[in-house]
């Protein structure tokens, strides 16, 4: 073979690893989900012609009458070759660059889907080259990866007697696994020393976040996969229910138990046979938690917090706008979402979105905003780089991003992200100087970096994050020291003038450090109130940049932005910022503001330059927060809200290396490059969730 070299990117180690054997740092997701993916591709139904392999022999089998057509190389498009020490090799043929390693089934995702975007056609092939010493696990792994980004033919080079034998398998597309998978068994019973036994075939599940993650993968691959629960009768009622709360988190949209179970009043909870819709469950009802029920188990399934997919949204502090809707506090995200107008598609492209950058974050926890691209598969690099005077205000953005997803640090919903943002606000908390603030003080725009760092800080606070209370505190103590003596901020600390931008996002970090119960002087938000008067024109009511002498006025930067569309975006800002700050005084003139939004609705236009991913994130923001289904003009909402999936959803990159972010081309993204692109509209279109934990309330 060529040359090999290493993919700096997705974490996972490599395939047919053993539990504990992956590099320092790495999620475990990839060694558990390889021998998963086989038995939800292979195994989940009977036995029957055509199937891929022969779990007892372990060797692959061929569909019947596969061997007789042989595959031309030349409609070979990628090799993948894994070696004696299990580790996984790819090649595009034509790519003289050598062997590419790959860490895990994201990376292989990625570098496969960048195959099948790559107009391959129908007869594309993929080469696996193997000895007789390769795990049968890896190799179905291969196949189960292969078959998720619709290539069906694949080869088989094994050597045998020292040579390489060139077996051919085509896969035609009525043996794939989407179309065989209906269902996938769980196994559920109690082992010795008072743990318990979960398992999918012979894969043992350790942890909650082990299964969770699991589950995700499969359903991602398969959707519309049933949950089959083999429930052994000495299996402990509160476990299953942690396993209800996990299948109804990760969305299978049906449950049918094989095996009888009581629950701990000895009355039947569910039969041999009998199906469910896990959405319609309540969880928390069933948690003998809340009804004095059994004693739990012992171990990492033991754990104390809420069942997944009941989590709740902070209240508001005192004498903000929650005093005119109450939220429900046990309102979970799934309900927002639909609640607000998100949907399935939102969803899968905020998943998308965060996997991007997950991806692409550099060793020591931060995001580039230049250096992204190191971070690319080297065959299928993204393009939109920005200026490096960003990194930390575009990290404090996808931090922000994760948390508000419900991926903050030590979360068991999506353990690599979780992973991820731990790493990421160690680094930004190690960006924090003496004084307090967070980033270089030598760059052109360090107020926005601080800023948004402080509201990340916060946020991750808000989640549960106490051992950053210290830094999330100095982080404000900064803010407010560095405030300009006209009442808003600016660039710089302590300037002499303001603007509307960097003061949105201050007042944003200041709002979520007093809903975390950090301590913010009350005078402050008086002070803000008074600024967003001052800057608001009288007669159109438009909110101005640095005062409402230049309300309404186009903002460019010569070269850069000049030729784009202008939006309302400071008077989005200042519709978000009233309601935050329940200025009552500003009434009058929000239904008004509020028409002018959301009469501009988003739309994806390149040639008549369009986008604008600021003002889309703070027109979502303020037309939700303004109440979106409560406004008596429900329409609006709705105008809006359909415009925006339509503009981010359909429009999301979907192959490739870049596949689940966003083209950094909208009108401010050549400062902070693709990195703030993707975070900013994943943020946007988490609003559904994200706006009322934000405001507590409404």
């Known amino acids: 073979m060529s040359r090999t070299r290493t993919l700096s990117g997705p974490r996972g180690a490599a395939f047919g690893s053993p539990p504990g054997g992956s590099p320092s740092g790495r999620s475990p997701a990839g060694w558990f989900l390889a021998p998963l993916l086989l038995v939800a591709a292979l195994s989940t139904a009977p036995a029957r012609a055509g199937d891929w392999s022969d779990p007892e022999s372990q060797r692959i089998r061929l569909p019947p009458g596969a061997a007789a057509e042989k595959i031309d190389p030349a409609a070979i498009r990628a090799v993948l070759c894994i070696d004696r020490d299990g580790r996984v090799l790819a090649q595009i043929p034509s790519d003289p660059s050598g062997m590419v390693e790959v860490r895990g089934l994201t990376e292989l995702a990625g570098f496969l889907g960048a195959v099948a975007a790559a107009g391959t056609g129908p007869d594309a092939a993929v080469l696996i080259q193997a000895d007789e010493s390769t795990r049968f696990e890896a190799i179905s792994g291969l196949l189960a990866s292969c078959a998720g980004q619709r290539l069906w033919r694949v080869s088989f080079a094994v050597a045998a007697d020292g040579g390489m034998g060139f077996i051919p398998a085509n896969l035609p597309a009525d043996v794939g696994p989407p179309r065989r998978t209906t269902s996938v068994r769980l196994t559920l019973k109690s082992a010795e020393n008072g743990r318990i036994h979960i398992a999918i075939g012979r894969k043992l599940f350790s942890s909650p976040a082990d299964l969770t993650?699991?589950?995700?993968?499969?359903?991602?691959?398969?959707?519309?996969?049933?949950?089959?629960?083999?429930?052994?009768?000495?299996?402990?009622?509160?476990?299953?229910?942690?396993?209800?709360?996990?299948?109804?988190?990760?969305?299978?949209?049906?449950?049918?138990?094989?095996?009888?179970?009581?629950?701990?009043?000895?009355?039947?909870?569910?039969?041999?046979?009998?199906?469910?819709?896990?959405?319609?469950?309540?969880?928390?009802?069933?948690?003998?938690?809340?009804?004095?029920?059994?004693?739990?188990?012992?171990?990492?399934?033991?754990?104390?917090?809420?069942?997944?997919?009941?989590?709740?949204?902070?209240?508001?502090?005192?004498?903000?706008?929650?005093s005119a809707v109450t939220?429900?506090?046990?309102?979970?995200?799934?309900?927002?979402?639909?609640?607000?107008?998100?949907?399935?598609?939102?969803?899968?492209?905020?998943?998308?979105?965060?996997?991007?950058?997950?991806?692409?974050?550099a060793a020591d926890g931060s995001w580039g905003s230049h250096s992204f691209g190191e971070r690319c598969l080297a065959s299928d690099a993204c393009a939109g780089r920005g200026y490096k005077t960003y990194d930390v205000g575009v990290t404090a953005l996808a931090l922000y991003a994760l948390v508000a997803a419900g991926c903050a640090p030590g979360s068991e919903a999506e353990p690599a992200h979780?992973?991820?943002?731990?790493?990421?606000?160690?680094?930004?908390?190690?960006?924090?100087?003496?004084?307090?603030?967070?980033?270089?003080?030598?760059?052109?725009?360090?107020?926005?970096?601080?800023?948004?760092?402080?509201?990340?800080?916060?946020?991750?606070?808000?989640?549960?994050?106490?051992?950053?209370?210290?830094?999330?505190?100095?982080?404000?103590?900064?803010?407010?020291?560095?405030?300009?003596?006209?009442?808003?901020?600016?660039?710089?600390?302590?300037?002499?003038?303001?603007?509307?931008?960097?003061?949105?996002?201050?007042?944003?970090?200041?709002?979520?450090?007093?809903?975390?119960?950090?301590?913010?002087?009350?005078?402050?938000?008086r002070e803000l109130e008074e600024y967003f008067e001052e800057a608001t024109d009288e007669r159109y009511a438009r909110v101005g940049y640095t005062g409402k002498e230049d309300a309404g006025l186009k903002i460019t930067v010569p070269g850069k932005n000049e030729n784009y569309i202008n939006h309302d975006t400071m008077t989005a800002?200042?519709?978000?910022?009233?309601?935050?700050?329940?200025?009552?005084?500003?009434?009058?003139?929000?239904?008004?503001?509020?028409?002018?939004?959301g009469q501009d609705l988003p739309r994806w236009d390149k040639v008549h330059l369009t986008n604008d991913y600021y003002y889309w994130y703070y027109g979502t923001s303020a037309?939700?927060?303004?109440?979106?289904?409560?406004?008596?003009?429900?329409?609006?909402?709705?105008?809006?809200?359909?415009?925006?999936?339509?503009?981010?959803?359909?429009?999301?990159?979907?192959?490739?290396?870049?596949?689940?972010?966003?083209?950094?081309?909208?009108?401010?993204?050549?400062?902070a490059g693709r990195v703030y692109a993707t975070a900013l509209n994943v943020l946007t279109l988490e609003s559904y969730y994200r706006v009322p934990a934000l405001l507590g309330s409404k």
């Open 213 to 322: 993650t699991a589950l995700e993968t499969l359903q991602a691959l398969f959707p519309g996969l049933r949950l089959l629960l083999n429930v052994h009768a000495d299996f402990a009622h509160r476990d299953l229910i942690q396993v209800l709360g996990i299948a109804r988190a990760t969305g299978f949209p049906a449950i049918e138990f094989s095996g009888s179970f009581v629950d701990p009043d000895e009355h039947p909870l569910v039969n041999t046979g009998v199906l469910l819709d896990p959405q319609a469950l309540d969880v928390a009802a069933l948690d003998p938690r809340n009804r004095g029920g059994s004693k739990p188990s012992s171990g990492p399934w033991s754990g104390t917090g809420d069942p997944p997919g009941t989590g709740t949204v902070d209240p508001a502090p005192a004498g903000g706008i929650g």
């Open 573 to 597: 800002i200042g519709i978000f910022a009233e309601i935050l700050l329940d200025n009552r005084a500003g009434a009058p003139r929000l239904g008004f503001q509020v028409d002018m939004v």
């Open 327 to 361: 939220l429900d506090p046990k309102e979970s995200r799934r309900a927002l979402l639909r609640r607000w107008g998100g949907t399935d598609a939102t969803e899968r492209a905020v998943h998308a979105g965060l996997g991007w950058l997950v991806r692409h974050q």
């Open 623 to 671: 037309l939700l927060a303004w109440g979106a289904p409560e406004d008596p003009d429900r329409k609006r909402w709705e105008r809006w809200n359909a415009a925006l999936i339509k503009a981010l959803v359909d429009n999301q990159a979907a192959a490739g290396c870049s596949a689940g972010s966003w083209d950094a081309d909208d009108r401010w993204s050549f400062e």
């Open 418 to 525: 979780a992973a991820a943002a731990g790493l990421g606000l160690k680094w930004l908390v190690a960006q924090q100087d003496e004084a307090g603030g967070v980033g270089p003080a030598d760059v052109l725009k360090p107020m926005y970096n601080h800023a948004v760092a402080a509201l990340a800080l916060c946020e991750a606070c808000r989640a549960g994050g106490d051992d950053l209370r210290g830094p999330a505190q100095r982080a404000i103590d900064f803010l407010l020291a560095g405030r300009s003596p006209e009442k808003g901020w600016r660039y710089k600390p302590r300037a002499s003038d303001h603007d509307t931008s960097v003061t949105g996002w201050a007042l944003c970090a200041l709002y979520s450090a007093r809903a975390a119960g950090l301590r913010v002087e009350s005078d402050v938000f």
